[in-house]
Nanobody, 126 residues
Framework: QVQLVESGGGLVQAGGSLRLSCAAS????????IDWFRQAPGKEREFVAA????????LYADSVKGRFTISRDNAENTVYLQMNSLKPEDTAVYYC???????????????????WGKGTLVTVSS
């Protein structure tokens, strides 16, 4: 069992930066890939970024590539999402999710994820 808690969301102006954290409980955290998803008001949840259990592989949605960076610290049971050059269209609730299957969890498919956090709100003003 893995429990996930997101933090770091808030209000930021366009062009600014935020760093989200996903803190996990459970001794097997380093066996899970961790993905970030987001859901904007009135829209479906979409994939943002993924990182493998070792941190050696990452995947990004085209919309955030070059602006967002995902990283993890297994000693601290935490995954980070550094978000730079934020745009108003990045406004959403951001969720982290843990997936045990190392292949499907790195595809951006939300159905492959086993555990979810409750989300943190990011608002980017223009």
């Amino acid at each position: 069992q893995v429990q996930l808690v997101e933090s770091g969301g808030g209000l930021v102006q366009a062009g600014g930066s935020l760093r989200l954290s996903c803190a996990a409980s459970g001794r097997t955290f380093n066996e899970y890939a961790i993905d970030w998803f987001r859901q904007a008001p009135g829209k479906e949840r979409e994939f943002v970024a993924a990182i493998s259990w070792s941190g050696g592989n990452t995947l990004y949605a085209d919309s955030v590539k070059g602006r967002f960076t995902i990283s993890r610290d297994n000693a601290e049971n935490t995954v980070y999402l550094q978000m730079n050059s934020l745009k108003p269209e990045d406004t959403a609730v951001y969720y982290c999710a843990a997936g045990y299957d190392s292949l499907s969890s790195m595809t951006g498919f939300s159905g492959a994820m086993d555990y979810w956090g409750k989300g943190t709100l990011v608002t980017v003003s223009s």
